[in-house]
Structures are given as structure tokens and as C-alpha cells.
């Protein structure tokens, strides 16, 4: 198992330097269109007078058609669903309640914020934007205008150790993810293998808590995620497969190893439900863990999947690249790692059940077929986007793009079917759903002859599969997002992290 000095992918094709070169050359300008503008927080980078020959907007607006499902628990130790964390919410589901962007005369603002990355996205009880930011330098804890976009106040965290020889455009460890609780407090991962409180204050954001957990896994490792259960209880996850509980009040910690006599790994983030199940997906195996009566991590049930001969031009492992989705009170799903073809996996989550397989189906296209991003939940239904050919962001430059493919998979009673795939090319984004309208988004990147880097946010109708419109946010590798997730925010406005800032786009006035 690699190690936190070992990097995560193979040599990258274009070095930190040149990334930062195309950065400062790539253009920015995304508007154009009647009704639309772009503003920016720094000063803007003069636009790429390739521009001009870029489509704008192309398809129509939607009308919004929700999508039925059961409406999932309120985790009582995050924030509101859909405020809460980079998944949304404790089940992982990528859906929201609220009606996203229809299409309609759409504006879109953007702001730089340097070469800095915010993965992890929350809102606030103000409905302001509490993000994690990451960079070449470390990570930053950011609070923002969600309609400015202007940065109201900044926290440094622990940085990056630059002599580890680890890839800062891949290195998981700390920075990436974290979870809002309902009083507005983030618990964070830092790269130090330590867990921070930060709250928001009058003056600013301030670090209340932190937790040292270096004492307590392998030497060389490092904290990957952290999620509470709904004892309130603090689980943080590590990348050599240590998983363990923390006890806010007290600082008491329990740890459990995961399979480590071959070596598993942990690259995701996890979820939980309210039977006090948490779940979680290493590099051989699916996990429910419960905790025992000290807290003790115990693994109620592990049912190993394919994961593969190689780890794919896409994936930061050779595993699975999804956190668990949970649906229902029944349901949890995930992808394989499997040759030729992807499959997703649906497994009984439920304890003491003796069938735990519901259901293993291929999809996306043979040969090149994989996914690092979580599958978003929409009814009876899974969405899974391919991510197959992303090494970098080299691998989207000059007009280049990755394989396509955007499938949804029906959970039936007696197993699934694959109810449609589009052809939509979406490198690295993580997809997100609006149950409010019944579209799901992803971030999407045709290829292109004339070797321009067009990005576009994309809307697909759940039922159908088709595209319905897709809006450019801009030109240039510093719209490039590089795994990070699509955001709709308490009013159904989109939000996009890329390299160098975010992205907002909303409809215009009815």
C-alpha cells in the first residue's frame, strides 16, 4: 500500500510549473450570451480571443419535474441536508430537495482565488458558503458571499509537507474533507493526521478544538475522512485502512485496522445511517462498521468486490472510487474496479441479512469504464459518471477530453437495469441531482479539434437520459475542477469549485 511519501498517480504529463503557466495564460471570459455576465473576485485574466468561436449556451430550458423518493433522515449531528458535506448529506446521496438551475437566460459569475482548489463545499445557517481550499502552498478554510462570491473571512490550515515527494494535484491526506455541524461548526481533517473545530465568529473563523490522532495509526499514514454516527461520535478514516472513533469531550480514541495483512487502502469518504451503521469502501472491500458499547469500531459485515488487475487512468487506487450510497432503509451501492467493465454494485445493507448481493451490473463502455466519484441517489436509481483517461489536468488540455459516458442504473426487487447512457463527457466532476426538477448535473468537457478547453456545466433529465442544455463557464485549464463536486446551494443556485476559484450560475429572472 503506498504510503503518504509515495505518490498517488503516475508521473503527471505536465509538471506544477507548467500548470501554473497555463493558468496564467488560459482564458477566462464566459460571457456573451443575452442576460449572462462574468465578474471575478481578482482581478480577471485577460479573456482567450479564441472565445468567439466557443458556443455559449446550447439546448433549452427545463421545466422542472421533481423526482419522487422517500425522504431521508436528518442525520441530528450535521448540518441541514444538503448543507452538510461534500455528498450532501450522512446517506452519501449527491440529491437535493431544492430545484436547481432550469436553463433559463442564465447568469454566471466567477471568482479566482489564485491556484487554490475548495473540494469541499458547506452552507452555513446564513446561508453563506464555509469552504476547504486547497493549493500548492496547503489549505485554507474559507467563509464566502454565496452571491459575491467574495472571500468574508480566512483561517489558515496545516500545510503540505513539500518534502514528501507526494503529488499535491492528487494527495488526499487531510484538507479534503470535511463536515458542518448544525450550530455551523466544520470537524476537518488536516494533513498533521490531527481533526479541527473551527467556528464562525464575529471577527472571523478560529479554530476551537483540535484532536491529535498521529499517536494512534502507522507511521507514514494519514487521515483521509471523518464522519460522525448518530451517537454523535467522531469516525476518522486513514489511507493505510486504519478506522477509528474519537470522543470530542473526552479525547478518547478506538481504532480498528482494516485488512491489512493485504494491504487495504481507503481514498473515499464514507457514510452513515440511522441504525448506527457507518460504511465504508477500501481498495478490496465493502464495510459496515458499528461501534461497540466503548466505542470499539467492529465490523458487522465485509463483502469483498472486483477490484481489478490495474488501477485505471482515472482512479487515485486500484479500488473503488465511490463512497457508499445509501437508499432507502435497505440499499447501499458502490462501483467495482472490474476488466473489462465497471460494474455498480448494490448490496443489502440491513444487519443479519443472509442474502447481502442484491445486484452487479456493467456499465459504461468496455475497456474504458471507471469512476472516482461518488454515485448520486434519484428514486429507485444510481448515476454514475465515467472518469476514464483523467491522470491530470494535462489529460484535458489542448482540446483533449476523456472517454464519455453518463448511465443510470433502475434498482428493481428481483436486481437492476440500465435504464440509459448518455454520451456527455465529464472528466472528473462529481455529479450532483436535483430531485426539486428532476435533472442531474455534471461538469462536462467536449473534445475539440481547434484545441481549445471549453467547460460547461451540463443538465441531463433523469427519466430520459437526454441532454438538455449545457452552459460554458469558461475557457482554459483553470476551469478545469480536477474531482471536485457540483454544489446547489439553499436556493437551488449551482456552484462550482475549479483550480483556481468557483464558478455560480443561476437563472436568470423569470
Not at 440529491?95 to 489564485?114: F, I, N, W
Not at 430531485?435 to 451540463?458: E, F, Q
Request: aromatic letters at 8%.
Amino acid at each position: 500500500m503506498p504510503s503518504r511519501r509515495t505518490p498517488l498517480l503516475r508521473a503527471a504529463t505536465v509538471g506544477l510549473t507548467a500548470l501554473a503557466l497555463a493558468l496564467a495564460l488560459a482564458g477566462t471570459s464566459a460571457s456573451g450570451a443575452t442576460g449572462d455576465r462574468t465578474s471575478s473576485v481578482a482581478p480577471p485574466i485577460p479573456p482567450s480571443p479564441s472565445d468567439a468561436r466557443v458556443e455559449k449556451f446550447e439546448g433549452a430550458a427545463a421545466k422542472a419535474r421533481p423526482i419522487k423518493q422517500r425522504r431521508l433522515p436528518q442525520h441530528p449531528f450535521l448540518a441541514p441536508n444538503g448543507r452538510s458535506s461534500m455528498h450532501n448529506d450522512a446517506y452519501s446521496s449527491d440529491a437535493y430537495e431544492v430545484s436547481g438551475p432550469l436553463g433559463r437566460d442564465l447568469v454566471v459569475t466567477s471568482a479566482t482565488y489564485g491556484i487554490r482548489e475548495c473540494a469541499t463545499i458547506t452552507f452555513d445557517s446564513q446561508d453563506r458558503i464555509l469552504a476547504l481550499c486547497g493549493g500548492l502552498e496547503g489549505f485554507v478554510m474559507m467563509l464566502i458571499d454565496p452571491v459575491t462570491l467574495d472571500p468574508i473571512a480566512e483561517l489558515a490550515m496545516p500545510g503540505r509537507d513539500v518534502t514528501s515527494g507526494a503529488n499535491p494535484l492528487t494527495d488526499i491526506c487531510g484538507g479534503t474533507y470535511f463536515f458542518l455541524t448544525p450550530d455551523d461548526h466544520a470537524i476537518a481533517t488536516t494533513t498533521e493526521s490531527s481533526i479541527w473545530e473551527v467556528r464562525e465568529t464575529a471577527t472571523g473563523l478560529a479554530k476551537v478544538g483540535s484532536w491529535e490522532l498521529a499517536p494512534h495509526i502507522p507511521d507514514g499514514d494519514c487521515v483521509v475522512a471523518t464522519a460522525p454516527d448518530w451517537k454523535g461520535r467522531v469516525w476518522f478514516f486513514t489511507q493505510q485502512g486504519t478506522v477509528g472513533t474519537l470522543n470530542r469531550r473526552t479525547g478518547k480514541v478506538r481504532t480498528l485496522r482494516l485488512g491489512e495483512a493485504r494491504g487495504e487502502g481507503i481514498y473515499n469518504s464514507v457514510s452513515a445511517d440511522e441504525t448506527g451503521g457507518v460504511y465504508v469502501v477500501t481498495t478490496h472491500a465493502m464495510y459496515r462498521l458499528d461501534a461497540g458499547r466503548t466505542a470499539q469500531p467492529r465490523i458487522t459485515w465485509q463483502r469483498d468486490y472486483d477490484r481489478g488487475s490495474v488501477q485505471k487512468p482515472g482512479m487515485l487506487s486500484q479500488g473503488s472510487g465511490t463512497s457508499p450510497t445509501l437508499l432507502g432503509r435497505k440499499w447501499m451501492a458502490i462501483t467495482d474496479n472490474a476488466d473489462p467493465r465497471t460494474h455498480i454494485v448494490v448490496y443489502d445493507r440491513r444487519k443479519g441479512v443472509k442474502r447481502r448481493l442484491h445486484c452487479r451490473i456493467p456499465v459504461l463502455p468496455e475497456g474504458a469504464s471507471t469512476t472516482e466519484n461518488s454515485l448520486v441517489a434519484a428514486g429507485n436509481s444510481v448515476i454514475i459518471e465515467n472518469n476514464y483517461g483523467y491522470q491530470n489536468p494535462g489529460s484535458t488540455m489542448f482540446g483533449r477530453s476523456t472517454t464519455p459516458g453518463i448511465a443510470r442504473v433502475l434498482i428493481k426487487k428481483r436486481g437492476c437495469k440500465v435504464a440509459w447512457t448518455n454520451t456527455s463527457t465529464a472528466p472528473t466532476s462529481v455529479p450532483k441531482g436535483s430531485l426539486g426538477n428532476g435533472l442531474v448535473y455534471a461538469y462536462t468537457k467536449p473534445p475539440r479539434s481547434d484545441g481549445i478547453d471549453a467547460w460547461y456545466l451540463t443538465a441531463i433529465d433523469i427519466r430520459s437520459g437526454k441532454t438538455v442544455w449545457s452552459r460554458l463557464t469558461g475557457t482554459g485549464t483553470q476551469w478545469n475542477n480536477h474531482y471536485a463536486a457540483i454544489y446547489l446551494g439553499p436556493d437551488g443556485t449551482a456552484y462550482i469549485a475549479t483550480l483556481s476559484g468557483l464558478v455560480r450560475i443561476q437563472d436568470g429572472p423569470a
